[in-house]
């Protein structure tokens, strides 16, 4: 099930919900809080897969390749760059922004991460990290905000949102 389709499977199973709590008893509301919870719980990801996630997409980055690094968003994807004011939210966008960001050599490392698994199909990673990139033939790092949101096309997990900003305060 995708993001797009869990909200609106939410928005329909929540007026469901409040149409059987307004004709029976609390009996009712158990069975259906029951039924959100039910099978699914087990053929969800860890939070574990999904912060290794970061590390897949890291080792594209090592390779140099935009298009390998934009095979890791899906068809539908947005980004926003960290050293872009241009939304992102075609395959030919991603790697254009790819093909520029990949000559700075970066390399990220999670600093801080929070997921949120939402169900077998969609989760969402965010928190901070730091880039150690080449510039100008030197040696320097970025501190950065990051939101990756992940939904599971045809059994592969695949970037449907990625958000990324410089920290506002220097340390």
């Given amino acids: 099930m995708t993001l797009r389709k869990s909200i609106l ?3 329909g199973l929540a007026g469901v919900a409040a149409l059987v709590v307004g004709c029976s008893s609390a009996p009712a509301q158990t069975a259906v809080a029951n039924t959100q919870t039910g099978t699914n719980a087990a053929t969800q990801p860890t939070d574990t897969e999904i912060k290794a996630l ?7 980055l090592a390779t140099g390749d935009p298009e390998k690094v934009a095979d890791r ?9 960290t050293v872009s004011n241009q939304v992102r939210s075609t395959r030919a966008e991603i790697v254009d922004y790819f093909v520029k960001f990949l000559k700075s050599k970066p390399s990220g490392t999670i600093l801080d991460s929070h997921v949120a698994v939402l169900n077998a199909e ?8 730091r880039f150690a ?4 033939g030197k040696p320097t790092t970025v501190d950065a905000r990051y939101t990756f949101v ?11 949102n990625h958000h990324s900003s410089a920290m506002p305060e220097k340390v």
Wanted: hydrophobic share 50%.
């Fill in 9 to 11: 499977g939410a928005a």
């Fill in 54 to 60: 970061f590390a897949d997409w890291n080792a594209a």
């Fill in 73 to 81: 968003y899906a068809p539908n994807a947005v980004l926003l760059p």
């Fill in 122 to 129: 969609d989760a969402i990673d965010a928190g901070t990290y």
């Fill in 133 to 136: 990139l080449t510039q100008d």
């Fill in 150 to 160: 992940y939904e599971k096309v045809d059994g592969k997990w695949l970037i449907v």
